[in-house]
């Protein structure tokens, strides 16, 4: 950067330069200095009724070389054009890029301040959920639905049917999994295909899937995590016939996809770079609600935590049209992290929706919080730790 540009950190460094100024005075002795000065020959009015403010002359002082240390080296300078660094310009704009290319939601009709860990109905009015199941480097999958615009959609698949298989293959590839804090898992080594309610997987002969037990299972949890829509998955060789992989051998039967109804209870996890997520655990699945909402009270290990503070309790009530969570204590959610809090509340309500029913908390200090009306039932989600996608 040339001597004629000024730019904040050397504004900052300058104004740390500047003396202090100390008055050691009493405030008796400034009294005092005030009833002899011969301009005051009335008395002071209350600064409301004031017109013009009469600034200290200590704060003058200080207002006006704050001033010249900003000023003078502008007027001393021949030129009179500010330009700014090439190299700035072009690290912004990448940075401004990056961001619209992909970054966690906030939605345009929800609260900022606060990430949400669900996705509801009215978030995909205009826009399309894309499910997926991405690997951590813990040898588990983290469900993720990424919302991208109808437009978007209308440009890039034209006249296909939109459906998840359609949107996998057009934007699987276009995730960078690395710098969401997930390892390079997608797209699969695969022919990804559909047939009415059945999607076909043909995986190619150099795949890797079958090195290990490990890997055969984040394989099924993924395509379970991604494949909303379709009733079963049949995993097949290149050229369509059975495939053998080496730690189950010949698969002739189809998968049955749960999809959203995939009855799993949700807990916290945590990546590396402190981003949390809500994730099943490891796709474990029950067979009441019951019994997965009473079951988020327990760490299952040490990979997920429970959602539910440990001083915080509740019992479940089936009114069959609707689950009644009711909290043995009257619950305060400003006594808790407002991360924690949002954890809590739609860790229940993605956990009640994956039984695809819908829950009414009861027994709450606050009638509403973050958008939530708590004096009638909550909405019931249809993703998981939502992220926007907008593509180029």
């Known amino acids: 950067m040339s001597d004629d540009n000024w730019n904040e950190k050397k504004i900052v460094e300058t104004l740390r330069q500047i003396p202090k100024i ?15 000065d011969p301009r005051l020959n009335k008395e002071v009015q209350p600064a409301k009724e004031s017109k013009k403010v009469k600034w200290p002359p200590i704060i003058a002082t200080v207002a006006a070389i704050l001033l010249l240390s900003i000023l003078v080296p502008s007027f001393m300078k021949q030129s009179t054009q500010v330009t700014m660094d090439k190299a700035s310009v072009d690290q912004s704009d990448h940075s401004v890029q990056e961001a619209m290319s992909l970054e966690i939601s906030p939605f345009s009709n929800r609260m900022m301040s606060i990430p949400h860990y669900a996705v509801y109905p009215n978030d995909i009015i205009d ?7 991405l690997a951590t480097d813990r040898a588990t999958i983290i469900p993720v639905t990424f919302l991208i615009p109808d437009e978007q959609i209308k440009q890039n698949l034209a006249e296909q049917q939109i459906d998840s298989v359609a949107l996998y293959n057009a934007y699987a590839d276009k995730i960078d999994e690395e710098s969401l804090g997930f390892s390079n898992y997608h797209p699969f080594d695969a022919t990804i295909s559909s047939n009415e309610k059945q999607v076909l997987m043909k995986f190619s002969a150099t795949h890797s899937y079958d090195k290990a037990s490990a890997t055969l299972e984040m394989l099924n949890q993924s395509v379970q995590d991604t494949f ?9 060789q290149e050229d369509g016939s059975a495939i053998t992989f080496d730690q189950v051998g010949e698969l002739s039967e189809s998968i049955s996809l749960k999809g959203a109804t995939s009855h799993q209870a949700y807990y916290r996890f945590m990546q590396e770079n402190g981003e949390q997520f809500l994730s099943s655990n490891f796709g474990e699945s029950f067979d009441t ?10 760490n299952p290990n040490d990979i997920y935590s429970s959602v539910i503070p440990e001083d915080v309790d509740f019992t479940v009530k089936d009114d069959t049209d609707l689950l009644h969570v009711e909290f043995t204590k009257s619950l305060d959610l400003e006594t808790l992290q407002a991360d924690e809090a949002m954890q809590l509340i739609e860790g229940l309500l993605l956990t009640a929706a994956s039984f695809d029913r819908q829950i009414q908390l009861d ?21 998981v730790n939502p992220k926007i996608l907008i593509l180029e």
């Open 22 to 36: 100390s008055d050691h005075r009493s405030k008796e002795d400034v009294l005092q200095r005030l009833k002899n």
């Open 127 to 133: 826009q399309t959920a894309f499910h997926i199941g």
């Open 228 to 236: 909303y829509g379709f009733d079963e998955i049949k995993f097949l």
């Open 289 to 298: 609600v019951e019994e997965a909402l009473m079951q988020m009270k327990e």
């Open 363 to 383: 027994h709450m200090m606050q009638k509403e919080w973050n958008g939530f009306d708590f004096t009638k039932p909550l909405p019931k989600p249809v993703g």
